[in-house]
């Protein structure tokens, strides 16, 4: 009866140490920073900036002191703006958070239920038995798990690349946004400069309109024209300081920045045109392959898969456990206690009477259909989206490169000869100055192009990886919305 016990003891150890996660899931998902090491990876050398997940308070503090070296008190560069968002931003700690908390929760899924053990006392006060009858021990073990435990596994890997895409995409997304609101807030200071030397050039018309009405030379409404000209720039140029002042803060904001750390300036202008762009003629084929948020569809597609062979294999069966125990009886034979120690195994199921699966399995066949189309849809968007892009990257291009190329020169060259026409006494101050505004005019059109190329090559980037939001071409800046200063920067 011993042995018996002993194997029977054997085959419950077996059914429960077999249940247990192997050691290297184990380590894949407990670790501190599980799979952010190939989300840092990925965003780095799509960015070009590292990636941090701050988990204490030494890291944060560190942290914050590199943030303090790249901003304080300086101008700071596009590619600075991207990192100190990544480094910065707490809604980026957030998505890294949600990474560790679908680890966790995998891991938790790769642990088997415990087994659960009960033991009963029976006969309780049973006289000449020593206070009891029998004792009862058993141990449950759902087997069901333990062979469902190889797929389940797959699942849960799938659905752990799943959340490391949606953290790599989050990132992306970060610094998109980062980028756009530098191109934003510097795009509002040049503009607001060009608005600042028409201002100028106003100001001269204005005065020198008010001595020629004390001369008689001009009329009163002459004289209007030009101060109504110089008080509307001064009402825009009121109205532009204001949204650079917002796009700055736009900027700050995403940027995670506060305290003395917002004591940061931008350019005051936006880099130069390239001389051209790239040509990137299967623009289709490279977002399909590159898109994250189209990979995290696919993976989408693949775990529901899983999860529907899964649902199949379990239609019937829903439940199994197995339950391993020994009962213990005494009784009294001729005045003497003996005791019987009896092995019991038994197998616990549901008996598919009334619930045959059918609809479980119908359910995960809709989900797979779900998935299957919107994986189809996200591919259309995605196509269509790549498109968009380039076509904003290159025709932007072009009309800032027109603007440079043709309307700036010509600008100048009727502003030289109105120049050496006034000094030849053949035209007035006042052709002179219109000529001047004009030019002022077309450099805040060009100016604005620009901000429309570098919007728009930025967007080609998310059209390509993922993380954007509209590309669209960048918005045409006019003296109502954007504003300027001086010196080195904002």
């Given at each position: 009866?011993?042995?018996?016990?002993?194997?029977?003891?054997?085959?419950?150890?077996?059914?429960?140490?077999?249940?247990?996660?192997?050691?290297?899931?184990?380590?894949?998902?407990?670790?501190?920073?599980?799979?952010?090491?190939?989300?840092?990876?990925?965003?780095?050398?799509?960015?070009?900036?590292?990636?941090?997940?701050?988990?204490?308070?030494?890291?944060?503090?560190?942290?914050?002191?590199?943030?303090?070296?790249?901003?304080?008190?300086?101008?700071?560069?596009?590619?600075?703006?991207?990192?100190?968002?990544?480094?910065?931003?707490?809604?980026?700690?957030?998505?890294?958070?949600?990474?560790?908390?679908?680890?966790?929760?995998?891991?938790?899924?790769?642990?088997?239920?415990?087994?659960?053990?009960?033991?009963?006392?029976?006969?309780?006060?049973?006289?000449?038995?020593?206070?009891?009858?029998?004792?009862?021990?058993?141990?449950?073990?759902?087997?069901?798990?333990?062979?469902?435990?190889?797929?389940?596994?797959?699942?849960?890997?799938?659905?752990?690349?799943?959340?490391?895409?949606?953290?790599?995409?989050?990132?992306?997304?970060?610094?998109?946004?980062?980028?756009?609101?530098?191109?934003?807030?510097?795009?509002?200071?040049?503009?607001?400069?060009?608005?600042?030397?028409?201002?100028?050039?106003?100001?001269?018309?204005?005065?020198?309109?008010?001595?020629?009405?004390?001369?008689?030379?001009?009329?009163?409404?002459?004289?209007?024209?030009?101060?109504?000209?110089?008080?509307?720039?001064?009402?825009?140029?009121?109205?532009?300081?204001?949204?650079?002042?917002?796009?700055?803060?736009?900027?700050?904001?995403?940027?995670?920045?506060?305290?003395?750390?917002?004591?940061?300036?931008?350019?005051?202008?936006?880099?130069?045109?390239?001389?051209?762009?790239?040509?990137?003629?299967?623009?289709?084929?490279?977002?399909?392959?590159?898109?994250?948020?189209?990979?995290?569809?696919?993976?989408?597609?693949?775990?529901?898969?899983?999860?529907?062979?899964?649902?199949?294999?379990?239609?019937?069966?829903?439940?199994?456990?197995?339950?391993?125990?020994?009962?213990?009886?005494?009784?009294?034979?001729?005045?003497?206690?003996?005791?019987?120690?009896?092995?019991?195994?038994?197998?616990?199921?549901?008996?598919?009477?009334?619930?045959?699966?059918?609809?479980?399995?119908?359910?995960?066949?809709?989900?797979?259909?779900?998935?299957?189309?919107?994986?189809?849809?996200?591919?259309?968007?995605?196509?269509?989206?790549?498109?968009?892009?380039?076509?904003?990257?290159?025709?932007?291009?072009?009309?800032?490169?027109?603007?440079?190329?043709?309307?700036?020169?010509?600008?100048?060259?009727?502003?030289?000869?109105?120049?050496?026409?006034?000094?030849?006494?053949?035209?007035?101050?006042?052709?002179?100055?219109?000529?001047?505004?004009?030019?002022?005019?077309?450099?805040?059109?060009?100016?604005?192009?620009?901000?429309?190329?570098?919007?728009?090559?930025?967007?080609?980037?998310?059209?390509?990886?993922?993380?954007?939001?509209?590309?669209?071409?960048?918005?045409?800046?006019?003296?109502?919305?954007?504003a300027g200063g001086s010196g080195a920067g904002h």
């Amino acid at each position: 009866m011993r042995m018996s016990i002993v194997k029977l003891t054997g085959v419950a150890s077996f059914a429960f140490l077999s249940a247990c996660a192997s050691p290297e899931l184990t380590a894949q998902y407990s670790s501190q920073r599980a799979g952010f090491a190939s989300v840092s990876e990925r965003t780095n050398a799509l960015t070009g900036q590292d990636a941090v997940w701050i988990q204490n308070a030494a890291e944060a503090k560190a942290n914050a002191a590199r943030v303090h070296n790249l901003v304080h008190q300086k101008t700071i560069s596009a590619d600075t703006a991207v990192q100190v968002a990544i480094l910065n931003n707490k809604g980026l700690q957030a998505a890294y958070a949600e990474l560790g908390l679908s680890a966790a929760d995998i891991w938790q899924q790769t642990l088997q239920p415990n087994p659960t053990v009960s033991i009963g006392v029976l006969g309780i006060g049973a006289d000449g038995l020593g206070g009891f009858r029998s004792v009862e021990a058993t141990i449950a073990n759902n087997l069901l798990s333990l062979f469902t435990r190889d797929s389940r596994a797959g699942i849960n890997e799938i659905r752990f690349r799943q959340a490391q895409q949606r953290a790599a995409l989050e990132t992306l997304r970060v610094a998109g946004e980062a980028r756009n609101a530098w191109i934003n807030a510097v795009a509002a200071f040049e503009a607001g400069g060009l608005i600042r030397q028409a201002q100028e050039t106003a100001n001269a018309s204005s005065e020198l309109a008010a001595r020629l009405g004390e001369t008689g030379a001009l009329n009163i409404a002459g004289q209007a024209r030009e101060h109504v000209f110089y008080a509307e720039l001064t009402g825009q140029r009121a109205q532009a300081t204001l949204a650079a002042r917002l796009a700055k803060e736009a900027l700050t904001r995403q940027l995670g920045l506060w305290g003395t750390e917002v004591d940061y300036y931008v350019p005051n202008a936006l880099p130069a045109l390239p001389r051209s762009v790239s040509r990137r003629p299967n623009i289709e084929a490279e977002a399909l392959k590159n898109r994250i948020d189209l990979s995290i569809a696919r993976l989408e597609l693949e775990a529901v898969a899983k999860e529907q062979g899964l649902t199949e294999a379990t239609r019937f069966v829903t439940d199994l456990e197995i339950i391993v125990g020994v009962e213990s009886e005494r009784e009294l034979d001729a005045g003497d206690r003996v005791t019987e120690t009896t092995p019991q195994v038994e197998l616990e199921f549901a008996i598919p009477i009334f619930d045959s699966g059918k609809a479980r399995l119908r359910r995960a066949e809709m989900i797979y259909m779900r998935a299957a189309n919107l994986l189809a849809q996200n591919a259309v968007n995605v196509r269509s989206e790549a498109r968009s892009a380039y076509l904003a990257y290159t025709s932007t291009h072009q009309i800032a490169q027109h603007y440079r190329d043709a309307v700036l020169p010509l600008r100048r060259t009727i502003e030289e000869e109105a120049l050496l026409s006034y000094n030849g006494m053949i035209t007035n101050t006042f052709e002179l100055l219109a000529d001047t505004r004009a030019r002022l005019n077309s450099n805040i059109t060009e100016a604005s192009a620009r901000r429309g190329f570098w919007s728009a090559n930025a967007n080609l980037a998310a059209a390509v990886y993922g993380g954007g939001g509209s590309t669209s071409v960048g918005g045409t800046a006019t003296g109502s919305d954007v504003a300027g200063g001086s010196g080195a920067g904002h």
